[in-house]
């Protein structure tokens, strides 16, 4: 079969997802077992995958599925907890109080305290925390799920503790055969590592500064009363002021500490940075922008999950910081169980495991769920009834609403990860043939040859789009993308970062992701419309990435110093 005839065929799934949700603006749940039956169907009678290995990998999809839920719920029942406790009413009145702009309420909240969560937990866990937040506190919840979308660009690749750098980079390259190309040379691999990361976070800090600010222009144009981008420009300052508040410790951190924690150092120092610029006006706008009243709201920018905190049975007043506290302990806890090995092998030694499901080679699963965000939320909860003194009956009220919410994203879920793993799998077939994304990665790389750099990322960015994970999409793609590099005579470290970064901007269009996110809200049936919006900022980042790369490689002629001969 020709390579573009695979490359099609492997595309086709993604194609089709693309058509239903975006052209014909399906809902997911009607869209996904469409195309979850396609992938199925291409594996089976194209890449001539065998039944067992088709059904091991929905198997697997379906118990990662079960890791993804546990996650949204969570997320939902602290939200509900604290809706019931009155900690939702004080933390947005405490917004209310910083700023009551809704812009400087936007960067504050899906950026600077989206990136800390990102970098402490990654699993999709920002957009799942702060779109129910900024609901909570008034924003149209397609507004808050397009936000928490884009809050899972720059700061995901050192997401969970640097897990796609160390996890996903170190597992998707040859490390014992570059390993010993670097002894040969007075290197090492940890050094080539440390090379990648800080080419990363030099990319993203390029790229990712302006990403608060694009956030405020999509918010101002599609959510705003007159839907005009004129009031996103006069934020402009206070955006790039909060960007570089994020990205200069993050790619100081980067560059000279590792990938552990960029991210959440960014996050916290951003954050200290920012609240303290506020309470003294600086580069704050002359004007408050907020949005139409609420009974003007299109319905499809509502969700069916209702914050009316008026009504909601507090039992006593609490203040600022005991409302704040839970979502505190939620970042110290994720944070102490990712950098303490004790803690963290205690919490991952209660695990559920599914070695070589079907007996098939290499499909494997697991579900931890003390270790996993959902289960430290779950546990923050638990510490929340009695640090708000609720009563039992609200917090069975909290726990009813969260798990109805969980049925709508179930569905489709069942259907979109198992989707992602048969293409992930394909790779072990009859026919000899390379999974399905690498089929993909190949025909681009044999049609463009020396442009290459310029679409490293996006296929960084297919890989993430398929798997709904930077780290996943760096192990698929990180040996193709240095395999291209070393057969063009370019710069390997380079096309890895590339990879990373681009697999981290493609989390804003990751379907699965979308879901979760759209969840939390009860957003459901519109991932489409999420999609239309998030589409262009990933177009951004890619294409911006892929430049700088092509410059740094073709105009500046970086190399890769450690491995050059």
């Known amino acids: 079969m020709q390579a573009g005839t695979l490359a099609f065929l492997a595309f086709s799934p993604i ?32 890449w001539d995958m065998s039944v067992t290995r088709v059904l091991a990998s929905t198997l697997q999809g379906l118990v990662i599925t079960i890791g993804v839920l546990w996650i949204i719920f969570g997320a939902i029942l602290l939200l509900n907890t604290l809706k019931y406790s009155g900690g939702i009413a004080e933390i947005r009145a405490g917004f209310a109080t910083l700023s009551p702009d809704r812009r400087i309420q936007a960067i504050v909240i899906a950026w600077l305290f989206g990136c800390f969560i990102e970098g402490a937990s990654g699993f999709g866990t920002p957009a799942a925390i702060a779109a129910p937040l900024l609901v909570a506190i008034g924003f149209p919840a397609m507004a808050a799920v397009l936000l928490g979308m884009l809050v899972q660009s720059t700061p995901v690749s050192f997401g969970a503790v640097g897990t796609p750098i160390i996890i996903g980079v170190n597992s998707g390259l040859d490390t014992a055969a570059l390993g010993a190309q670097l002894a040969e040379r007075g290197s090492s691999w940890d050094a080539f590592l440390q090379l990648i990361t800080g ?4 990319l993203h800090a390029l790229v990712g500064t302006l990403m608060p600010f694009v956030m405020v222009l999509l918010l101002t144009r599609f959510f705003g009363r007159e839907r005009s981008w004129r009031a996103a420009f006069e934020v402009l300052p206070f955006a790039l002021f909060a960007g570089l508040a994020f990205t200069v410790p993050y790619v100081l951190t980067g560059v000279f500490l590792g990938p552990e924690f960029p991210s959440l150092l960014g996050g916290l120092v951003g ?15 002359k004007t408050t922008w907020d949005f139409a009243d609420a009974k003007d709201w299109p319905a499809e920018w509502l969700g069916s999950v209702e914050m009316k905190l008026d009504q909601m049975p507090h039992h006593h007043r609490i ?54 965000p959902g289960g430290i939320l779950v546990a923050v909860v638990l510490i929340t009834v009695f640090l708000h003194r609720m009563h039992a009956r609200s917090l069975a009220k909290a726990v009813g609403e969260s798990s109805r919410v969980l049925l709508g994203a179930g569905f489709v879920l069942l259907f979109t990860v198992p989707m992602v793993r ?33 679409l490293a990322p996006s296929v960084g960015a297919l890989g993430a789009f398929i798997a709904g994970s930077n780290t996943v999409s760096n192990m698929m793609l990180s040996q193709f993308q240095y395999g291209v590099a070393t057969s063009l005579g370019i710069s390997g470290a380079l096309v890895v970062a590339a990879q990373a970064v681009g697999a981290a901007a493609g989390n804003m269009v990751a379907i699965h992701n979308v879901v979760a996110a759209s969840a939390t809200v009860g957003l459901l049936g519109r991932e489409g419309a999420i999609l239309r919006k998030t589409f262009w900022p990933t177009v951004y980042y890619v294409l911006m990435c892929g430049l700088l790369v092509f410059v740094a490689i073709h105009l500046l002629g970086i190399g890769d110093p450690l491995v050059a001969g």
């Open 15 to 46: 194609l089709l997802a693309a058509i239903l949700l975006v052209g014909l603006r399906w809902p997911a749940r009607r869209a996904m077992p469409v195309v979850y039956m396609l992938t199925a169907g291409i594996g089976l009678f194209a």
């Open 319 to 372: 203040g600022a910081l005991r409302a704040w506290l839970p979502y505190v302990l939620v970042g110290l806890l994720l944070v102490l169980s990712r950098v303490l090995p004790e803690l963290g092998a205690a919490l991952k030694s209660v695990v559920v495991v599914f070695p070589e499901i079907l007996g098939e080679k290499g499909i494997k699963a697991d579900f931890m769920p003390l270790y996993l």
């Open 422 to 454: 048969i293409l992930i799998n394909s790779g072990v077939n009859a026919a000899d043939l390379p999974s399905m994304p690498i089929a993909m990665a190949q025909w681009v790389a044999d049609s463009v040859g020396d442009v290459y750099p310029l």
């Open 199 to 202: 080419n990363v976070a030099i």
């Open 271 to 285: 954050l200290a940075i920012v609240t303290t610029a506020l309470r003294f006006g600086f580069l704050v706008p």
